[in-house]
């Protein structure tokens, strides 16, 4: 806070804590996450003696049951929020515990006995999630709070329902509420004013962002800054339009102080991403007005190629660490940023930075001007270490890669924090999913900070998601009492090792096994004692007796001695507390001290006696030394322990020089062979342990063994190199008691395996160390499912569900999923990165267990593992409609093509059908449901039929027969008919009796419960005669059963933003709408709500209710006759939901408009005809200025015609234009046109009008110089058209042509990607739907382009158009000086049929000195003309493909090839990047791009830049740019290898050139 307060004020806040809290806050206490706000969880305040924590005197001490059991006696409590300690004001010691079932606990520290409890409220359900069950049933407090000791005030955030009422029942996200509370730890009672509801809360700096519970996750623990308390959120498992946030509240009134979203100003409503999670670490602070937090990935991606500093941060805030300051007032600003330099490919492998805590290091990591660091690290298992001051902005770093103090890329992702332990030099702890525990020393060189991977833990963390964050503690802060405490998922569940290492191992001195530890749990500490929670409902504590029975000496310190030099004896005594027989006495440590006098054994010794022992300190090492002398005794006084433990210290040097080299081997595993530029850095640390200087005199270096043979390096002097290994900072001499780090870096570009074996002779001795290398190629993730039968494979499809068939009722089928590493036998492993399965869903499908394919799971090549899922259905009565289950299972892999993906299930549930059937396939009678007889007299009158062998087939055989509309079975072997239904439906457990005939069918019943008793009947109805609501009297009935609702059933119009569109079949080849959505009522509202919350353009309902989305139809769906959309929603009998293989569908609403100005003018009257004729007048106009480039050129251009034709356009649209046209042009530069027609003369200028304006999209048949040829399928080998690709997600059919324009083909697929070629690939034939082509450009939604695997296929033909021309017209064009305007200049071609016709296309361009202008005008512009009586066709002849070496291209139809240009040292020749495609760029997709600029150019292979100007100078200072020799162009385009695309800082550079420009448009 910031102000001054009076000493009067001061000094009364003072005496009033001091006399109400003057027990509070004990110096054991734990009352934030990790022991104080910079997070590391290095705390030394809770008597962690290691001689006690590592002896059998230390273990469990108490299980705690938590007793709640929401929803079931199953439903442990789960406890993700981890518990406080804290001591109030009656000076004892209590553990906090919130959980996910909103139960907030107070336990005795010591006891382990719940002393309070209460409840906040209701959870919120697992089950409203979709399907993302990483905490899972429940969701109520899952944040660590904070206590205030100021206050004895417990801060938390709880996330339950609106309705306090619907017990257990999941009421949907708009329901779900976040509350901020404030409790009182002696009572638990709320503070006044409190809770506080956070929905609705607009961010201050995105107004247009709103907070909602339902969808937002609050995860970090939260953070406690002076007068205020903030937190953070995210969503689940990156679901819905959420956001992440900072919220911060004034701790004493709850007023809500900041309201920050990480998704900030410019960024839309309905993009997602920034969330605040971090695996349940805490937001950090340095105390001093600063805050710290990591991001994880998101879509906003406002940051591409250009670097940014980090102190002009975004306002979207993914993958990013953050600095903020915290104001006066509890706003916070931003202040600096970093983001991982490949930020985009992160968000595309769901890779988050945020998967961890950003952890601020204590004072004893600053080194130079580095002051003060922090360290962090992310899902794509890179470890980051920041300057805290300085964090690194975007791409700030050499090569455009990171600023940052350094990097270490690990095997797996890690979600925990590091281990931080500050004493003895320095060591950093990272948790590897599924690897060893990595240690890392730091050191600090010339005011250079740097951190060595020195070690590792002996065992393997779990190979699955949830090893916790490092925690490490020392005994009130000595040197050699630091220990490492981890928590696992798997084996033993808590781990203690001796923090510092022991030739390359961390030494454990003890662990436990804890049933179901929490996930990222990170160990708490009291008063000696250690809790741990659990998700099965247990709290933990560990601990030792108080009481020792001896009281000896201890620690002794020896202080420093020399190595091998005895220094003088220290005497122990030791004194019995009570009387004790000492049964033996052990030693445990190191071996460097010599004990003599011990106490013989079995000696009694009586309270209060004493004995002494002498000890002598010998090193045989450098380093700090300690060994336990473990005195056993027994004794008969309860609380006493049974043994006393005695610790010996001391220091060993070294006087001379004494080399270390760590580690002795360095490996660089799992490296993907050119996947990082530049290679892959690690480092060693050279150490001096001796007093004196050392100096190398020689290292020698082999590629085979220690052994040699030796042979010169390779590289320079200073960084020499052997084999693909660079050594970067060899030292010659190193100071006594300092080290050195050397950087080793791998040239990772080929694959293989690789040694270096390095021989460091030196007065400190001679040492070996080596450096191992293995470079892979890329994974390669093959994900399959098994065919319903179980005999087969069916490959993962991104466009189809996976299917389990139709499944009948009161059966199971399982299935598996198999993921294999389908790389080469030389590719690194496969990483399961994300894995969300569908376990403990609602539903019908799931997965067995969330084991199998878990997070972290890794495969070697060729190696493959599998999870099964099962789709059960329940058991239900015959003659049911289907009904449709989906499930989604969120996977990725780092295999960098395959992304993340929801991969779907669908099972389509069935029950047998009785004849007679409909032609649906459905029965004719279908099940009504169960009803009660005798309701008083009998309901159905009739007795159809009886029989011992009974089915409810063989009553509804007998039904038909009978000619009545309801039918029933009853008493087990009885069946019934009547013409009206029954009075009173009930629930369906009260029909509980088998068939005779079938024990699996349900023949009536007597009834459960209250209704226990009754006479109750298993109904079916004539689907053609009763629709559930009215019956239709026939030639056996006589009454309408129940009069008609008022209203209905009808279409209904449209609802939620979406238009009914008709009702369609069902696809040919599968689902119309491929995804399936499971809604809680069959209503139109309901399915276009699921739609529409998963962002799909469409939604469909089908069987009376079932929900389908989709983004575009299937193959073979269409649209059908209203009427066969016939049954009522099943929610909602005034409305239709389709019927059996129809939907009725519904189109999300778009309002588009479009306007263009030009100077190209055409102006036709058609007229069209399909069922009916109107007029329509169509022109258009479109301008853009070209710059002012300059042409010395001029055409002269003249043309005369007459024609008479009819023009014959797409679909059965015809147009007749009379008019004769001549046209005449000079080198002047003023164009005017006039024409005249049989019925007068008339002046045309640039003018548009449209009367009226097209309604909807449709097929364009003429593109360019190219014919539509119809909606093509795939090829079945490959790609249909394989020469050249492109992907844009503005596409248009305009761009593809272009970028086609060598080709004698091109398609559009998927709305956004583009084929060329020349031929068809084997398999591609005309689609036998050609309305399956319906996926709309993304650029021009005017029209089509494709859809899944169906292509929009254009080619060149002899007639690229069948018009017939019908008309007599006169153009005049005159040219003279005007400014030049292009929009683009278009090779048009056409054929023209006449029996006496000359057509013209004319294009008149000139140009001034300073400004030019280009006028196209066009009338039916051929490619070639000719005057003939008979039929004129233009032929083209297809382009061969070139296949020879890279050559430079010479440009397009506008642009002209100039040179290979350097850019200036500083500065940029173009100032204008309008694309960096890594994957397609070509030489004319960039000119295509840069059409409206002067100049085009390429460099680095993928970046294309345009402009009007060349800043041939650049910068201030800078060496400008050259022309260089092509041959410093040599990188190939990726999308064109036969092309080159410039170099690193030079271009391929093209001039706009308008000659040709005007010639290629038609000019001549």
């Not at 454990?508 to 804890?514: M, S, T």
């Not at 020399?562 to 030791?574: E, F, G, Q, S």
């Amino acid at each position: 806070m910031s102000g001054i307060m009076s000493t009067t004020v001061v000094l009364a806040v003072l005496l009033s804590f001091l006399v109400s809290h003057v027990n509070s806050l004990a110096s054991t206490d734990t009352i934030t996450w990790g022991g104080d706000n910079s997070r590391t969880g290095y705390q030394t305040n809770h008597n962690m003696d290691p001689s006690i924590v590592g002896s059998s005197q230390f273990g469990q001490l108490f299980k705690t049951v938590l007793p709640g059991n929401y929803g079931g006696p199953l439903n442990y409590e789960q406890m993700f929020s981890q518990p406080l300690v804290y001591t109030p004001s009656d000076g004892i010691q209590y553990v906090y515990v919130a959980t996910t079932q909103n139960n907030v606990y107070k336990i005795n520290a010591k006891t382990g006995a719940i002393v309070l409890s209460r409840n906040l409220g209701i959870p919120f359900l697992t089950a409203d999630l979709d399907g993302c069950v990483d905490i899972n049933p429940h969701v109520g407090v899952t944040a660590t709070g904070v206590i205030d000791p100021a206050t004895d005030t417990l801060y938390l955030t709880s996330k339950t329902y609106i309705d306090q009422t619907q017990i257990n029942v999941a009421q949907g996200k708009p329901a779900g509420r976040y509350y901020f509370h404030a409790i009182d730890v002696n009572d638990l009672s709320e503070r006044p004013g409190f809770p506080k509801n956070l929905e609705g809360i607009v961010a201050r700096n995105n107004p247009i962002r709103s907070f909602g519970g339902g969808i937002h996750h609050q995860r970090p623990a939260l953070l406690h800054s002076g007068q205020y308390i903030y937190a953070g959120f995210a969503s689940h498992c990156v679901q819905y339009n959420f956001t992440g946030w900072i919220m911060g509240w004034d701790k004493t009134t709850g007023e809500v102080v900041e309201r920050y979203a990480t998704e900030g100003a410019g960024v839309d409503a309905q993009t997602k991403g920034g969330g605040v999670w971090m695996s349940g670490g805490g937001l950090a602070s340095d105390d001093a007005g600063s805050m710290f937090f990591a991001t994880g990935n998101g879509y906003a991606s406002q940051l591409s190629t250009i670097p940014v500093n980090g102190r002009n941060p975004p306002t979207s805030l993914e993958e990013a660490a953050v600095h903020m300051t915290i104001n006066a007032d509890g706003s916070l600003s931003i202040v600096d940023f970093f983001m991982p330099w490949e930020k985009t490919q992160l968000d595309g492998a769901d890779k988050d930075l945020g998967t961890s805590p950003l952890e601020l290091l204590p004072s004893e990591f600053s080194c130079g001007d580095v002051k003060r660091i922090g360290v962090v690290t992310g899902k794509s298992g890179k470890t980051y270490w920041l300057n805290l001051d300085d964090l690194g902005g975007y791409q700030n770093g050499p090569n455009k890669l990171d600023n940052v103090i350094q990097v270490y890329q690990n095997e797996n992702s890690v979600y925990a924090g590091a281990g931080v332990y500050p004493l003895e030099g320095g060591y950093i702890y990272i948790n590897v999913i599924g690897f060893a525990t990595h240690v890392f020393k730091f050191t600090c060189n010339a005011g250079v900070p740097s951190f060595a991977k020195v070690a590792d833990t002996p065992s393997a963390n779990a190979g699955i998601l949830g090893v916790g964050h490092g925690t490490t503690t020392s005994l009130n802060g000595q040197a050699g009492t630091g220990l490492l405490w981890t928590s696992d998922v798997r084996g033993q569940s808590l781990r203690i090792y001796k923090a510092v290492p022991d030739n390359g191992l961390l030494t454990q001195i003890n662990g436990f096994n804890v049933d179901s530890v929490t996930k990222f749990t990170r160990p708490v500490f009291g008063d000696g004692r250690v809790y741990i929670g659990t998700t099965k409902g247990f709290l933990y504590g560990f601990g030792s007796p108080v009481n020792l029975p001896i009281n000896c000496t201890s620690p002794v310190d020896f202080g420093t001695a020399d190595l091998n030099t005895p220094t003088a004896a220290r005497t122990i005594t030791c004194k019995a507390n009570v009387a004790v027989t000492i049964s033996n006495t052990t030693y445990v440590g190191d071996s460097n001290f010599v004990v003599s006098g011990l106490p013989t054994a079995p000696s009694n010794i009586a309270a209060g006696d004493t004995f002494t022992m002498s000890t002598v300190f010998n090193p045989k090492s450098v380093g700090i030394l300690s060994q336990d002398i473990v005195i056993a005794t027994t004794n008969g006084v309860a609380g006493y322990s049974t043994s006393t433990p005695i610790t010996m210290r001391g220091t060993g040097q070294s006087v001379d020089a004494l080399l270390r080299i760590s580690p002795v081997t360095l490996a660089f595993e799992g490296v993907i062979a050119g996947g990082q530029t530049g290679g892959v850095n690690q480092s060693v640390i050279f150490t001096n342990l001796g007093n004196a200087d050392l100096s190398i005199s020689d290292i020698q270096y082999s590629i085979v063994s220690e052994e040699g043979p030796f042979i010169p390096a390779n590289g320079t002097a200073v960084n020499p190199k052997a084999g693909p290994f660079t050594f970067y900072g060899l030292p010659s001499t190193i100071p006594g008691n300092s080290g050195v780090t050397v950087n080793i870096n791998f040239d990772s570009s080929v694959t293989g395996n690789y040694g270096a074996y390095l021989k460091v002779v030196s007065n400190g001795g001679t040492k070996f160390f080596d450096v191992v290398g293995t470079a892979g190629s890329a994974p390669k993730a093959l994900i399959e499912f098994q065919t319903p039968d179980g005999l087969s494979w069916v490959s993962f499809d991104p466009a189809k569900n996976f299917t389990f068939g139709n499944v009948t009722e009161n059966t199971t089928r399982s299935l598996k999923m198999r993921v294999t590493n389908n790389g080469t036998s030389e590719s690194t492993r496969l990483y399961l990165t994300v894995s969300k399965p569908p376990f403990g869903v609602s539903g019908i499908i799931g997965a067995n267990n969330q084991v199998d394919l878990a997070e972290g799971t890794s495969l070697a090549p060729g190696e493959n593992a599998t999870a099964t899922l099962y789709c059960s259905v329940p058991k239900t009565p015959w003659n049911q409609a289907p009904y449709y289950g989906a499930a989604h299972w969120t996977m990725n892999l780092d295999d960098p093509t395959f992304g993340k993906h929801d991969i779907g299930f669908d099972c389509t549930a069935v029950t047998e059908q009785a004849p007679p059937l409909l032609s649906n396939g459905l029965g004719l009678y279908k099940y009504t449901g169960c009803f009660k007889e005798n309701n008083p007299g009998r309901q159905l009158k009739s007795q159809i039929t009886s029989s011992d062998t009974m089915t409810s087939a063989m009553c509804i055989a007998a039904c038909n027969a009978a000619g009545v509309i309801f039918c029933g079975t009853q008493y087990n072997r009885e069946c019934w008919g009547g013409p009206t239904i029954p009075t009173l439906k009930v629930d369906e457990g009260n029909c509980n009796y088998p068939c005779k005939g079938d024990i699996n069918q349900i023949c009536g019943g007597n009834g459960v419960g209250a209704g226990s008793g009754g006479s109750y009947i298993s109904l079916f109805a004539d689907s053609s005669r009763f629709d559930g609501n009215t019956t239709t009297p026939g030639s056996s009935t006589t009454a309408s059963s129940t009069p008609a609702p008022t209203g209905g059933p009808f279409v209904n119009p449209g609802v939620g933003g979406y238009t009914s569109i008709g009702c369609y079949t069902e696809s040919t080849t599968g689902r119309a709408l491929p995804n399936g959505k499971t809604i809680a009522s069959k209503t139109v509202a309901l399915c276009v709500a699921a739609c529409s919350a998963s962002n799909y353009i469409y939604a469909g309902l089908e069987y009376g209710g079932e929900c389908w989305c989709g983004n575009a139809f299937t193959a073979g769906s269409v649209p059908t006759a209203i009427t066969d959309c016939s049954m009522v929603c099943g929610g909602n009998t005034t409305e239709y939901c389709g019927a059996g293989s129809r939907l009725n569908v519904y189109q999300r609403n778009s309002a588009s408009s479009s306007s263009s100005s030009s100077s190209l003018s055409s102006s036709s009257s058609l007229s069209s005809s399909s069922s009916s004729s109107r007029p329509v007048t169509v022109s258009s106009s479109s301008s853009v200025s070209s710059g002012s480039l300059t042409s010395s050129s001029s055409r002269s251009i003249t043309s005369s015609a007459t024609s008479s034709s009819s023009i014959r356009t797409s679909g059965s649209t015809s147009a007749s234009v009379t008019g004769s046209s001549s046209s005449s042009s000079s080198r002047s530069s003023s164009i005017s046109s006039s024409a005249t027609s049989s019925s007068g003369s008339s002046s045309t200028s640039s003018t548009s009008s449209s009367t009226p304006s097209p309604t909807g999209p449709s097929i364009r048949q003429t593109v360019a110089k190219y014919t539509f040829q119809g909606c093509w399928t795939e090829s079945t080998t490959g790609r249909a058209l394989s020469s050249k690709t492109y992907a844009d997600d503005l596409m248009t059919l305009e761009s593809c042509a272009a970028f086609c324009s060598a080709y004698s083909m091109f398609g559009v697929e998927y709305g956004r990607e583009c084929y060329c070629g020349n031929t068809l690939g084997a398999g591609s034939v005309k689609a036998a739907n050609q309305a399956d082509c319906n996926f709309l450009c993304p650029g021009d939604k005017t029209t089509y382009c494709g859809a899944g695997v169906r292509l929009q296929l254009y080619a060149l033909s002899a007639s690229t158009s069948s018009s017939s021309v019908s008309a007599s017209s006169t153009t005049s064009v005159t040219s003279s000086s005007s400014t030049v305007s292009v929009s683009s200049l278009v090779t048009v071609s056409s054929s023209v049929r006449s029996s006496s016709a000359t057509s013209t296309s004319s294009v008149v361009a000139t140009s001034s000195a300073s400004r030019s202008s280009v006028s196209v005008i066009t009338s039916l512009p051929p490619s070639s003309t000719s005057s003939s009586s008979s039929s004129t066709r233009t032929t083209t002849s297809q382009p061969a493909l070139y296949t020879g070496p890279p050559v430079t291209s010479t440009g397009n139809v506008n642009f002209t090839y100039y040179s290979c240009v350097s850019e200036p040292s500083a500065g940029r020749l173009l100032p204008s990047q309008v694309e960096n495609n890594a994957t397609y760029m070509t030489i004319e997709k960039c000119l295509s791009r840069c059409w409206n600029y002067k100049y085009a150019g390429v460099e680095y292979g993928q970046e294309c830049w345009c402009g009007n100007s060349l800043n041939t100078v650049g910068d201030a200072g800078a060496t400008p740019s050259s022309n260089l020799t092509d041959s410093k162009c040599g990188f190939k385009c990726p999308g064109n290898a036969s092309e080159f695309c410039g170099a690193g800082g030079a271009l391929n550079l093209y001039w706009f050139d308008l000659e040709k420009a005007v010639r290629n448009a038609g000019g001549s």
